[in-house]
């Protein structure tokens, strides 16, 4: 059975930084796309991230580019998110999901693409 499981939220003040991680488990990172989603009190979840396991290509939001930085490291099943320079409008509650598929430049953002998503961990940052 797939899992994933997001730790690392909580509250920040803007400007300040937090690290998320998610940890993968029933199956062995190959040639994947990890992406991370988000999703803010009465709107739809968004795409912010995506690393490909394979080769490491990554994809971001244009509201997120220069602030977060995604990682990974697969010996460990293990997909971080870096968020710096956080503002109140990055709260929301931020899922990992993952695709046994690599991602491409059109499709990371889709939240169909994925077939296994995590349950969330609530980001809020306060002014």
């Known amino acids: 059975e797939v899992q994933l499981v997001e730790s690392g939220g909580g509250l920040v003040q803007a400007g300040g930084s937090l690290r998320l991680s998610c940890a993968a488990s029933g199956f062995t990172f190959d040639d994947d796309a990890i992406g991370w989603f988000r999703q803010a009190p009465g709107k739809e979840r968004e795409g912010v991230s995506c690393?490909?396991?394979?080769?490491?290509?990554?994809y971001y939001a244009d509201s997120v580019k220069g602030r977060f930085t995604i990682s990974s490291d697969n010996a460990k099943n293990m997909v971080y998110l870096q968020m710096n320079s956080l503002k109140p409008d990055d709260t929301a509650i931020y899922y990992c999901?993952?695709?046994?598929?690599?991602?491409?430049?059109?499709?990371?953002?889709?939240?169909?693409?994925?077939?296994?998503w995590g349950q969330g961990t609530q980001v809020t940052v306060s002014s």
């Open positions: 690393i490909s396991s394979g080769d490491g290509r990554t």
């Open positions: 999901a993952a695709d046994r598929w690599p991602p491409t430049g059109s499709s990371w953002y889709i939240l169909d693409e994925y077939e296994y």
